[in-house]
C-alpha cells in the first residue's frame, strides 16, 4: 500500500441534474471527468449491529462518519435475502427471477447485461475484489480478484485470471490491501472507476482478527423481547432451521471442541491458522471452553449462553469491516481523491442478532429484508451532509444509480429506480410506495426456510409462503414492528388484504414474474 500526500483534486462532479441541487458549488468550467464510485459491501452485517442506526453494541465510528458526511437511508432493502441472489440483483438491477439467479445453487450467467459492463461504454474502468459468491468466473471486469466459493477468514484463497493462489493474513485486511492497492494505480489513469469492494466478514462462522479478540468479552448483551418466541400463527417461522438454541452448534460456531462435548479436536476453525494463529486462539478460547465444562449449562441458561458467545463473535469479527473503511478512508484523503469520489457501504443483507431466536437471513421478516446503506459524497455536492432518507429503496437499485451518475439513461428492463433523485430536496420525486421479495431456496442444506415472496409498505407487509405449505401473513409494522402477530385472520383487515393483494399483483405484472415461478428453483442433489 502506497500513502502519497497530495493536494486534493478540483474538479467537481457534474452531470446535467446536479447544477441546480440546492446549496451546490459550482465554480468555473466543468471537466469531463466523471467520479469515482467504490461500493462497499460486507455478508450479513445488520443494520442492529451499527451504531448510526442506534445499536447499543455496534461500535463503527467509520460507518457512522460516511453518513455523518453524506446520507444514511434507513428504509433499504433487499429483493432476495441470501448472499448470491442479492449480488446479482445489485450487478444487474433486477430481480432474481430476471436475472436467473434465484439461490445459492445457481450459476451466474455473467454473459447478461450488468452494470460494469454499461459504465464501459463511457469509460468507466471496472474492478471486483473478495467475496464474489456468483458460482461463475467474473465476466466484463478490468480486474478481479475473489474469494472461492464462502471463502477463509484466516490465509484465504484467492482466484484472479492466472489461476488460484493463497494469501497469508486475515481476509478483511487482505482484501482492503489489494483494493487500496488497485485504487492507487488507477492514479495514473484519466478514466473514472468502479470498485466492488466485497468482505466475507461478518459471515458465520464468526472468526475475529486476532488484534479485535476479547473486544466485547466482557459486555452483557440484552436478550431481544422475541427471543423465546413460540411462533404463533406462523407455521413457516415454526419450521425453519436457523435457531441458536437447536441449530447452532457448540464446535462448528462456537470453536467449544471438547471429547466431552462429541465435537473433534481438529476443527474447521483451526485448519486454515498458522502455529503463531492457532496459538492465540486456543489462548483466547481456551478459558473460555474451560468455564463452559465447569459450569455446564443446560436448557435457558445455555440458550443464553449461545446468545452471549454468538454475538461476542459477531461483533467482534464485524469490527474489522468497521475498520477497512477507515484505512480506505485515510488513503483517499491522503492521495486526494476523497472529493472525487462516491464511497457507499451496505451488505448483501441483514442478518438475525437472536430476534426470533434466530441468526442468520433468509425471512421477508425486517431484520434480513433491510439492509444498511450509507453514502459519502464528495463536499462539493452538499454544503451539509448528515441527512436521512425516509423512503424505500432496494438493492436493485443500485445499478440504476451507478448509471446515472455516470450520466447515463438506465436500459427499460432494469427493475431498480435511481435512489440519487432522492437527494434533491428541491425535486418533487413520487416516492416508491411498495417493494416486491422473493425467497427460493427451500429445500436446501441450510436454514429450512419456507419459499416466499410479498410485498412491503411503508407501513403494511403481506407475505406468501407456497411450495410444500400455502400460508399467508400480514403485519403491521407501525404497530407490531417486531412482527409477532400475524393479522391474515383477523376480520377487520379483510379490505387491506384484498389492496395489498392488488398491490403484490400489480408489482409481479411490473416485474414479469412468471407464472411457473415454483419452477425457478432446483434444490441440490445432495440435499
Not at 446520507?71 to 449480488?87: A, E, H, W
Not at 476443527?267 to 489462548?283: G, H, I, T
Request: with cysteine.
Amino acid at each position: 500500500m502506497r500513502l502519497r500526500s497530495t493536494k486534493s483534486a478540483n474538479w467537481i462532479w457534474t452531470i446535467g441534474l446536479i447544477a441546480t441541487v440546492p446549496g451546490m458549488k459550482v465554480e468555473g468550467k466543468q471537466p469531463e471527468k466523471k467520479m469515482n464510485i467504490i461500493f462497499i459491501m460486507s455478508d450479513d452485517h445488520t443494520r442492529q449491529a451499527i451504531s448510526c442506526y442506534g445499536s447499543k453494541y455496534g461500535y463503527t465510528p467509520n460507518i457512522d462518519r460516511l453518513a455523518s458526511e453524506g446520507v444514511k437511508f434507513n428504509n433499504c432493502f433487499v429483493s432476495n435475502s441470501i448472499s448470491g441472489p442479492s449480488r446479482a440483483s445489485i450487478l444487474t438491477g433486477k430481480h432474481s427471477h430476471a436475472n436467473g439467479f434465484v439461490g445459492n445453487y445457481s450459476v451466474f450467467d455473467g454473459s447478461q447485461q450488468t452494470v460494469h459492463k454499461l459504465l464501459a461504454q463511457v469509460g468507466y474502468t471496472s474492478a471486483v475484489i473478495g467475496k464474489w459468491h456468483l458460482k461463475s468466473i467474473p465476466v466484463g471486469f478490468d480486474h478481479w480478484d475473489i474469494l472461492p466459493g464462502q471463502g477463509d477468514y484466516y490465509n484465504p484463497d484467492f482466484i484472479n485470471k492466472d489461476g488460484e493462489y493463497v494469501e497469508q493474513g486475515y481476509v478483511t485486511n487482505i482484501i482492503t490491501d489489494k483494493c487500496i492497492d488497485w485504487i492507487d494505480k488507477q492514479k495514473q489513469s484519466d478514466k473514472p472507476y468502479i470498485l466492488f469492494m466485497h468482505h466475507k466478514a461478518p459471515h458465520r462462522t464468526w472468526m475475529p482478527d486476532l488484534k479485535n479478540l476479547g473486544l466485547y468479552k466482557d459486555v452483557k448483551f440484552e436478550i431481544p423481547d422475541n427471543f423465546f418466541d413460540t411462533y404463533e400463527g406462523r407455521t413457516a417461522a415454526k419450521e425453519q432451521d436457523m435457531n441458536v438454541a437447536k441449530t447452532m452448534r457448540l464446535g462448528y460456531d462456537f470453536k467449544m471442541y471438547h471429547p466431552r462435548l462429541e465435537e473433534k479436536s481438529d476443527n474447521y476453525a483451526l485448519k486454515k491458522l498458522n502455529p503463531e494463529e492457532k496459538k492465540a486462539w486456543r489462548d483466547y478460547y481456551n478459558p473460555i471452553l474451560e468455564r463452559f465444562l465447569a459450569q455446564n449449562p443446560q436448557g435457558d441458561e445455555l440458550l443464553k449462553w449461545k446468545l452471549q458467545r454468538y454475538l461476542q463473535d459477531y461483533y467482534e469479527t464485524s469490527q474489522s469491516v468497521d475498520q477497512s473503511i477507515g484505512q480506505l478512508i485515510e488513503y483517499l484523503t491522503l492521495s486526494g481523491q476523497i472529493e472525487n469520489t462516491l464511497i457507499i457501504y451496505t451488505s448483501d443483507q441483514g442478518s438475525y442478532l437472536g430476534e426470533h431466536g434466530w441468526f442468520d437471513k433468509r425471512f421477508m421478516y425486517e431484520e434480513s429484508f433491510s439492509t444498511p446503506l450509507v453514502m459519502r459524497l464528495p463536499k462539493n455536492y452538499f454544503n451539509k451532509g448528515g441527512f436521512e432518507i425516509k423512503d424505500l429503496v432496494q438493492n436493485i437499485d443500485h445499478a440504476p444509480t451507478f448509471l446515472e451518475i455516470a450520466g447515463i439513461k438506465p436500459p427499460s428492463d432494469i427493475h431498480g429506480e435511481s435512489y440519487l433523485p432522492l437527494l434533491y430536496k428541491h425535486k418533487k420525486v413520487n416516492p416508491r410506495k411498495s417493494l416486491y421479495y422473493h425467497y427460493y431456496e427451500y429445500p436446501a442444506p441450510y436454514g429450512s426456510v419456507k419459499r416466499h415472496y410479498g410485498v412491503r409498505t411503508k407501513r403494511y407487509k403481506l407475505i406468501r409462503f407456497y411450495n410444500d405449505i400455502d400460508e399467508w401473513e400480514l403485519y403491521d409494522l407501525k404497530n407490531d414492528p417486531h412482527e409477532m402477530t400475524n393479522l391474515i385472520n383477523v376480520k377487520k383487515y379483510g379490505n387491506l388484504i384484498v389492496k395489498l393483494k392488488k398491490e403484490l399483483d400489480r408489482l409481479k405484472k411490473l416485474y414479469q414474474v412468471p407464472d411457473n415461478y415454483n419452477e425457478l428453483y432446483q434444490a441440490p442433489e445432495n440435499n
